[in-house]
Every structure is written in C-alpha cells, then in structure tokens.
C-alpha cells in the first residue's frame, strides 16, 4: 500500500472549496454594505434626520451592551464565590 491509497489523494476540489466559501462571504458583506449605503442615500428622510436615527439607535445598542456585561461581571463574581466555597475546603485538607 502506498501513501496515496492509505491517505487518500489530495483533491483540488477541497482546496477550492474553503477558497468559494471566503469569496462568498466577501461578496454577502460587500453587496449588504452596498444595499445599506444605497437604502440611506434614498431614504426619505433627511440627513440630519437619518444621522440622529443612527445615533439613537448606536445609543439603545450601547447601553443594552452595557447592561448586559454588568449582568455578565455580576453572575461571574457570584460563579467564582460558589467554586471559591467550595475549593476552600478541599484545598485545607491537603
């Protein structure tokens, strides 16, 4: 038996693949960056108007991310008192 039939021959398809795969996501994000910038450049409203929409919004996001990495930091200190009680009295024993 030689290498190629105890590993299998190297297929250029399986190369290609990972290769269409990149593409497709480059051309899904260019063409959604494309649709967005076209949306805002024909939307109704006005620039000023569109800017403060924009704002709110990053604000609402912003605020939210903050609520919920304090939600996060508070349930790791409450995780890390819960394995610090429970260590603590295994690590006397030794």
Known sequence: ?????KYG?????QGSAAE???SALAFLALGAAVGALLSLLLAPRSGPEIRQAVRDAFDDVRRELGQQTSR???RTREIAGQTREKVM??????
């Open 72 to 74: 996060l930091r508070r």
């Open 1 to 5: 038996m030689n290498r190629y039939e």
């Open 20 to 22: 269409s795969a990149k």
């Open 9 to 13: 021959e190297y297929s250029s398809e």
């Open 89 to 94: 009295p295994i690590r006397k024993t030794r």
